[in-house]
């Protein structure tokens, strides 16, 4: 099973809302990734968590704040964000260790519109 | 220089031709190699990674030219569902979980 799932598929948010987005592998993966995608464009490192710590912030703002509360979970919790922050967020995950390609499996994604 | 080069097409080919995708890196040190394919609205995925000796997988051929920081992907007999956006991943040299993203080739395979 090579399956990670997001939840929710679509959501619609207004700027001052608080919302999150979950994701949940059963791979046994100990990296789990946030990602951004715009349109046309590829997707955008947000954060990396590595045995459940944030090991990787590529700068983002703290409006999107991420969590891992156990190896199988990742959330990232929204709250005053931007129309520009409208996107496709990925979660992914990969194994820590191993043969050294650390492939990545990605999600369906949660398509996020903020108006 | 970009760290991921693709060239964007749009390539058109007809069913049962073999096309093949370029991509160049940057970074001598990078160590890991992928091939990922995206559908319209879809997210990536993983398609094949590319390993030194070369692999294929059915019509899909990855070969890496680590001289020539060069990745390619070949596909024989195109199929209809094909049609994608063919991205090139390859891992930042300073971290193993960090993936570089191509830009992405989009194909069109025409009846």
């Known amino acids: 099973d090579t399956e990670v799932t997001q939840t929710p598929k679509h959501l619609v948010m207004g700027m001052t809302n608080k919302k999150s987005l979950k994701c949940e592998q059963h791979m046994g993966h100990r990296a789990m990734y946030w990602y951004k995608q715009k349109a046309k464009k590829p997707p955008e490192l947000m954060f990396v968590y590595s045995y459940e710590k944030l090991s990787i912030n590529e700068s983002v703002p703290s409006r999107f704040s991420p969590e891992c509360p156990n190896s199988s979970l990742l959330n990232l919790h929204l709250h005053a964000l931007q129309p520009e922050d409208s996107a496709l967020y990925l979660c992914a995950s990969s194994q820590v260790w191993g043969n050294g390609h650390y492939e990545q499996y990605v999600g369906p994604g949660t398509r996020l519109t903020v108006t | 220089r970009k760290e991921v080069e693709q060239d964007p097409g749009p390539f058109n080919v007809p069913e049962g031709a073999t096309v093949a995708f370029n991509c160049t890196y940057s970074?001598?040190?990078?160590?890991?190699f992928f091939w990922y394919r995206q559908d319209c609205r879809k997210e990536p995925k993983l398609l094949m990674s590319?390993?030194?000796?070369?692999n294929e997988d059915g019509r899909f051929t990855a070969q890496l030219n680590r001289a020539s920081q060069y990745i390619s992907l070949l596909i024989r007999d195109s199929k209809l569902s094909d049609s994608a956006t063919y991205l090139c991943?390859?891992?930042?040299?300073?971290?193993?979980?960090?993936?570089?993203w191509g830009l992405g080739t989009s194909l069109a395979v025409n009846p």
């Open positions: 991943v390859v891992n930042s040299a300073g971290n193993n979980r960090k993936l570089i």
């Open positions: 970074n001598s040190a990078s160590q890991s």
């Open positions: 590319v390993y030194s000796s070369g």
